[in-house]
């Protein structure tokens, strides 16, 4: 059964720091090209920060320079540093892969709220 967990979602203040982790399994991880999204109500998801199966990475606009995606193998994890939070980056962020993200790996998602 293929899972993905997102975790370590919370209430940062502007300018604050979150890192967040999608742990999976059921999925041959270390080849696969994953993703962080990101939706708010009435919104579409969109895509935050893609990484290849290689390491290589690339950015939304909206994260340039304040998100860091990055890859555990080893842990079939996949992490987001996100630094300089905003009040627009309150969303609730997925993992999935990319570029085509499985409708059966949707999780629970993680919470992001940025707000003093």
């Known amino acids: 059964q293929v899972q993905l967990v997102e975790s370590g979602g919370g209430l940062a203040q502007p300018g604050g720091s979150l890192r967040l982790s999608c742990a999976a399994s059921?999925?041959?991880?270390?080849?696969?090209?994953m993703g962080w999204y990101r939706q708010t109500p009435g919104k579409q998801r969109e895509l935050v920060a893609t990484i290849t199966r290689g390491g290589s990475t690339n950015y939304a606009d909206a994260g340039k320079g304040r998100f860091t995606i990055s890859r555990e193998n080893a842990k079939n994890t996949v992490y987001l540093q996100m630094n300089s939070l905003k009040p627009e980056d309150t969303a609730v962020y997925y993992c999935n892969i990319n570029p085509v993200p499985r409708s059966d790996c949707w999780g629970q998602g993680t919470q992001v709220t940025v707000s003093s």
């Open positions: 059921g999925i041959r991880f270390s080849i696969l090209n």
